[in-house]
């Protein structure tokens, strides 16, 4: 993984995202068109020329992944389709970060501190997410916490 470590080279990204959808996104190819709206979205405009940066840790990569074998997840799944594998492809075009910025205690979850340590250290203005425990926190550092459509919204989508 440290192979693939990028150096962070701009004091604060336009839009950076991570933790978009992680229980879900991997089965994005694989949805009915119902369920893309607005992860589907945030995805087809990340993948765009002129995107925005995808923010994500090991320890982020790792959760995905491993949340990608629930069968509540799979069953979202084309049964041909390997959802890690599509999943490592958007981990190639992130922006990984070395996972060296240590938060705790933000929100009552603390699981999700990872994903708030990760916007720090990738310099993120935004973590897009549905988790109500990160919601609720609104706001990290300067970095603002939103719901998919809130972001798709800023986007101008």
């Known amino acids: 993984m440290d192979r693939m470590l990028k150096a962070n080279t701009v004091k604060r990204r336009t839009h950076s995202l991570f933790r978009q959808g992680c229980h879900y996104h991997a089965a994005i190819p694989a949805m009915k068109q119902e369920l893309l709206e607005p992860p589907g979205r945030i995805i087809e405009r990340y993948l765009r020329p002129d995107g925005f ?30 959802s890690a594998l599509w999943f490592e492809d958007l981990v ?7 996972g060296t910025v240590q938060v705790s205690g933000v ?3 603390p ?8 916007a720090v250290a990738g310099r993120a203005s ?14 990290y550092e300067g970095i603002r916490i939103v719901n998919p459509r809130a972001f798709l919204d800023l986007l101008g989508s």
């Open 126 to 139: 935004f973590v897009v997410t549905g988790d109500p425990h990160l919601l609720t926190a609104g706001q």
């Open 107 to 109: 929100t009552t979850d």
């Open 53 to 82: 940066t995808l923010v994500l840790s090991e320890a982020i990569v790792e959760e995905v992944l491993r949340t990608l074998e629930y069968p509540k997840v799979r069953r979202y799944v084309r049964r041909d389709l390997d």
């Open 111 to 118: 699981d999700d501190d990872k994903y708030l340590a990760a």
């Open 92 to 98: 190639v075009l992130a922006e990984l970060v070395s």
